[in-house]
């Protein structure tokens, strides 16, 4: 589903847009990995930075 969510933002849904239709089709705990969630609004250098890891680089 991470991959699915990833998809519609590149299709020009925002994060939260993208993270509602999938738990509206799939169910209402998926996507439940909060720094997930996390990094698709933020993106993944300040995602990692939020939980405390090295930043991709």
């Given at each position: 589903?991470?991959?699915?969510?990833?998809?519609?933002?590149?299709?020009?849904?925002?994060?939260?847009?993208?993270?509602?239709?999938?738990?509206?089709?799939?169910?209402?705990?998926?996507?439940?990995?909060?720094?997930?969630?996390?990094?698709?609004?933020v993106?993944?250098?300040?995602?990692?930075?939020?939980?405390?890891?090295?930043?991709?680089?």
């Amino acid at each position: 589903m991470e991959a699915l969510a990833r998809m519609l933002i590149e299709r020009g849904l925002s994060a939260g847009e993208a993270v509602a239709l999938v738990r509206e089709r799939r169910s209402p705990a998926a996507l439940g990995n909060e720094a997930f969630t996390s990094y698709l609004s933020v993106g993944l250098g300040v995602a990692a930075l939020l939980v405390g890891l090295d930043p991709p680089g």
